[in-house]
Structure formats: C-alpha cells, structure tokens
C-alpha cells in the first residue's frame, strides 16, 4: 500500500527516508525536576537523547533543541527553564541508546551508574567524558508541527573530555566518523 502524502505531497514515510540521510550530532539533554513539595519526595533527574540540536547564535549565544511535543522533556521545560547538554563523544553510545528509550516511566535508574557532574547553574547531570556540557536558559518556545523548538541562552559552557570524536546520528544508527 503506498504511503498516503499530506496535502502539501510529501508523506511521513518520505520525508522520514529524506532526512535519514542527514547525519546528526547526538546529545543528551538532561533538567532536575523539582520536589513537588518541600516535605515530599525527592526531585528527579531527567534525560533525553536528541539529534535535533544546533547553535543559533554567537551574540547572545543561544542553542536549539527540537521536543517531541507532550514528551516529558516537553513538559519540564514548559516549567523548569535551566537545563543541561552533554555533547556526546563515540565512546558514549550507550549513554544516547539507554535515553532515547520510549515509553519509560522513571530516569532515575538511567542515571545509577553513569559518571556524571551536578551543573552549578542548571542543578542537572552533565555527562563526564562529553566533548562539551553546556547549562542553558530557556529563551523562548515555538510550537513547530508534532514537536516544539526551544531556544536556550548558554549560561555555562565547558569541555570536559577535550578532544575525541563525536558520537552521530546517520540512517537510524549511531555512528562514529572515519
């Protein structure tokens, strides 16, 4: 049966194949979600693999991150505005495949064992051994389809591993370069 096109005429199935063929860098947006109350349970960490991610701007420096639209991360960000991004080195595969599982209930399992620093700014996880860590702000959000860009002002930039090879994103599989 083929793909049935929107009106515009090109289908999801598509325009999915078209932009597989993009390679991405992968990182790992991380945000603590407060306690509810001051006498209730803990905060949690939360965490997301993106490859929807870019720099805006230099002036101020800005960065944007796409959200599937009603997605936890979505939903935090919509209230907690700090957040963390770990730029992800070859070598943290791994990292990226244990958070862009779907449909799971709670991170904090996902963050047990993984080498991590607290951001000073943002309070999230910032992975050790990352090629960069950035703390952002969130600026602004613009509803965009079946996702929502978010705009975020970089307070904080470091780089952790130094130098080493990105992780990517190309044809549905994690990849390195070379």
Known sequence: MPATPHAEGVSNDE?????ARLAAGV?????????LTDDGPRGEDVGMTATAFMSVSLDPPLVLVSLREGSRMDDLLAEQPLWGVSLLAESQRQVAGRFAMKGRIS???????????RGEVCGAPLMDGALATLECRTESRVPAGDHTLVVGRVLTAALPAGE??????????????G
Do not use: C, N, Q
């Open 107 to 117: 991170d904090r399992l996902l963050f047990a064992d993984l080498p991590s620093t």
């Open 15 to 19: 325009f999915r194949a078209a932009m």
């Open 27 to 35: 990182v790992l947006i991380t945000a603590h979600e407060p306690a």
């Open 164 to 177: 080493g090879a990105p992780l990517t994103y190309f044809r549905g599989k994690y990849r390195t370069l």
